[in-house]
């Protein structure tokens, strides 16, 4: 049996598997296929243009020792670029590249020369102008699992957090989808299961964006032609962490990008942490394919601490920042301010500002003064009990009967109007709504916002009936 494309790059990839990381050699060479052999030039087929000049770039002597061995002084590589056709395109897109680093191996000159050694796009965390090999993960190290506080109200999404960290990729927790309101700890939660990740498993590619960054990469790799490099430097992350999930809503674009790169890296093993303000039922404008590999893995909540946690979070924060405080003034403090954990911390920290700037002892009076401020200065979130009274006053109907099962038109459109002005008001669920105001489901609750906003702009009455009420329930 002659020699042939294939036996020759087994005999170069045992070599190079000797002598290089074994993360190294999964990333840039399982990918790689022998296509040809003429003479002593061998073709190889790589995935992108990005995979092509990162090989060059990094691994072209031991790619070069290796080829010696094999085809003698004299041997040349080709790199044959074939990207995936998951484009809807007719044809992959395929081009032959002599290699260009002439110093370490002979080229030759087949098809199209790749005269373009440095596209503009290798990797969108590199700074233009400043070679960089290394992905940075762009995690904060301060967010830790250490302070974040377990309580009653984050334990699932926790606990869920630190069985990814020991095992990423391995749990059924793929994708992990953490959900909640405003400054209940969504980033940190995620930043602290990448930084425990990269404590654990130093050679895994962990990477943190938000998804308004990732939007804007993706745009900028669609202006200057080179989306393939863009989905590839993503395909070979370990563990992609994208805050702000919602974010994608409308951006058809971005999010069929996305769906292509979430397939490749759950088929693979990879591990996928998304943030979210709300739960995947009630994200609008997200495609229902993406939707559905959302829900693969595990959706948890982060809820508002209970009071608790609140004084756990406080006492954490003074002991970390070497502060004492009395207890009294730490349980007020934890008693006023409910919202969530980042005013709880800011109302600390302004108290510790207040008492050593103007030489003040910390008292109850001056942590009333400075709660005072705090909660007059949160935009007050009024209930769906609230709302649903004000609109049965507004029609002269008690509560019962706007959530009553009738279909009269006149009840129906108060109980439209209740939900309406429950999603524009409250942080609550399209399902917590839709239970509360007579046991409806998500479903009745989206069609009924969608209902509102139709009327409006076509019925004069009606858009009457939401002028009215909001003046109502303006806060």
């Known amino acids: 049996m002659g020699i042939t494309a294939q036996s020759v790059w087994s005999n170069c990839l045992a070599f190079i598997k000797d002598n290089i990381q074994p993360q190294a050699y999964k990333t840039w060479f399982e990918p790689i296929d022998a296509v040809k052999l003429s003479g002593n030039a061998l073709s190889i087929q790589v995935p992108s243009k990005f995979f092509y000049e990162w090989l060059e770039e990094h691994y072209v002597k031991i790619l070069k020792v290796s080829l010696h061995k094999e085809l003698g002084e004299d041997a040349k590589l080709v790199y044959v670029i074939k990207m995936e056709n998951t484009y809807g395109n007719k044809q992959p897109f395929t081009e032959k590249i002599p290699s260009a680093n002439r110093s370490a191996l002979k080229s030759q000159d087949v098809d199209v020369p790749f005269n373009n050694k440095s596209p503009e796009l290798k990797n969108p965390f590199i700074i233009p102008g400043i070679r960089n090999v290394k992905i940075e993960s762009q995690l904060n190290p301060s967010y830790s699992f250490e302070n974040f506080l377990e309580g009653d109200s984050n334990r699932l999404a926790r606990n869920a957090g630190i069985a990814v960290a020991n095992k990423p990729g391995g749990t059924s927790f793929n994708p992990l989808l953490i959900f ?17 990740i990269k404590d654990k498993y130093p050679e895994k590619t962990v990477l943190y964006i938000s998804a308004e960054k990732f939007t804007q990469q993706y745009i900028d790799s669609v202006k200057k032609n080179n989306r393939n490099d ?4 993503y395909q ?5 962490i994208i805050d702000d999930v919602q974010f994608l809503s409308g951006k058809t674009g971005t999010q069929d990008v996305f769906f292509h790169i979430f397939n490749h890296l759950h088929q693979n093993g990879k591990q996928v942490i998304l943030t979210s303000d709300k739960a995947p039922v009630d994200m609008q404008d997200i495609e229902q394919r993406l939707l559905s590999r959302f829900k693969w893995g595990l959706s948890a909540e982060l809820q508002t601490p209970d009071f608790e946690t609140r004084v756990s979070i406080l006492k954490n924060k003074l002991y970390r920042d070497g502060v004492e405080m009395p207890d009294d003034i730490i349980d007020y403090v934890a008693k006023h301010i409910k919202s969530n954990v980042r005013e709880l911390e800011g109302a600390i920290i302004s108290l510790i500002a207040q008492s050593s700037f103007n030489r003040k002892e910390i008292t109850i009076n001056l942590a009333k003064d400075i709660v005072e401020k705090f909660v007059k200065n949160t935009k007050r979130e009024v209930s769906i009990d609230y709302i649903q009274k004000v609109v049965s006053d507004y029609f002269q109907m008690d509560v019962n009967t706007l959530q009553s099962k009738t279909r009269k038109r006149h009840i129906v459109q108060a109980r439209q109007l209740a939900m309406f002005f429950a999603k524009k008001y409250t942080k609550a669920s399209l399902a917590s709504i839709g239970s509360q105001i007579g046991q409806r489901d998500h479903a009745t609750v989206l069609h009924a916002c969608k209902t509102v906003d139709n009327l409006s702009s076509t019925d004069k009455q009606f858009r009457k009936y939401v002028e009215d009420l909001s003046k109502k329930l303006a806060l």
């Open 180 to 196: 909640g309101g405003v400054g209940l700890g969504k980033t940190h939660l995620a930043h602290a299961i990448g930084v425990d």
């Open 236 to 240: 070979i992350i370990d563990v992609l």
């Open 230 to 233: 863009f989905i590839h430097f």
